[in-house]
T-cell receptor, first 114, second 111 residues
Framework: NAGVMQNPRHLVRRRGQEARLRCSPM?????VYWYRQLPEEGLKFMVYLQKENIIDESGMPKERFSAEFPKEGPSILRIQQVVRGDSAAYFC????????????FGPGTRLTVL | AQRVTQPEKLLSVFKGAPVELKCNYSYSGSPELFWYVQYSRQRLQLLLRHISRESIKGFTADLNKGETSFHLKKPFAQEEDSAMYYC?????????????FGKGTRLSVIA
């Protein structure tokens, strides 16, 4: 089991561009979480998805950010019209069905906005 | 409000000395508590969770509901313990609820 995969590992964008971050959960996992870590801060929850459903997006900024987890393929976190304040590490975690197991983290994508 | 507080940003200890990384939380209900560790250039990984009541790599943590604390302890620190440590909590079913993280404590073990 390869673990949670994220790509790209590093992403550089200019202000106003779009950023797409991908997350492939562990095999057999149907729950995906996205967290953001700003410099000198802990990880902050953004959104929780199951296949084709957004379960909880209470941590997502209201504008420019969106997430999906399609039936096939990875989960995507999309940031439109990036600003310098979006520079952060974005982590994805997955967990299996049932809710009893904990979350397993990917290596993260470090987004830098110039 | 759910909150996890790790009061120490950096903790330096000598090899062989005892280690205690502090964690306090606020949560209305019965949370699950975790310690995650991130070694240099590696992903965040689960170190231990309170419901397991086990010792991993010599580390233990006891949930104290009266003091709302979940401090991480190890009697004799090793150089390989140097890493970033995050305390986290979730609702009762950790696979179905988001984790709330503290800001982390960087442990540096000096030879």
């Amino acid at each position: 089991n390869a673990g949670v995969m994220q790509n790209p590992r590093h992403l550089v964008r200019r202000r106003g561009q779009e950023a797409r971050l991908r997350c492939s959960p562990m095999k057999g996992h149907s729950h995906v979480y996205w967290y953001r870590q700003l410099p000198e801060e802990g990880l902050k929850f953004m959104v929780y998805l199951q296949k084709e459903n957004i379960i909880d997006e209470s941590g997502m900024p209201k504008e420019r950010f969106s997430a999906e987890f399609p039936k096939e393929g990875p989960s995507i976190l999309r940031i439109q019209q990036v600003v310098r304040g979006d520079s952060a590490a974005y982590f994805c975690a997955s967990s299996p069905p049932g809710g009893r197991d904990t979350q397993y983290f990917g290596p993260g994508t470090r987004l830098t906005v110039l | 409000a759910q909150r996890v507080t790790q009061p120490e940003k950096l903790l330096s200890v000598f090899k062989g000395a005892p280690v205690e990384l502090k964690c306090n939380y606020s949560y209305s209900g019965s949370p699950e508590l975790f310690w995650y560790v991130q070694y240099s250039r590696q992903r965040l990984q689960l170190l231990l969770r309170h419901i397991s009541r086990e010792s991993i790599k010599g580390f233990t943590a006891d949930l104290n509901k009266g003091e709302t604390s979940f401090h991480l302890k190890k009697p004799f620190a090793q150089e390989e313990d140097s890493a970033m440590y995050y305390c986290a909590l979730s609702g009762p079913h950790s696979g179905n609820t988001p984790l709330v993280f503290g800001k982390g404590t960087r442990l540096s073990v000096i030879a």
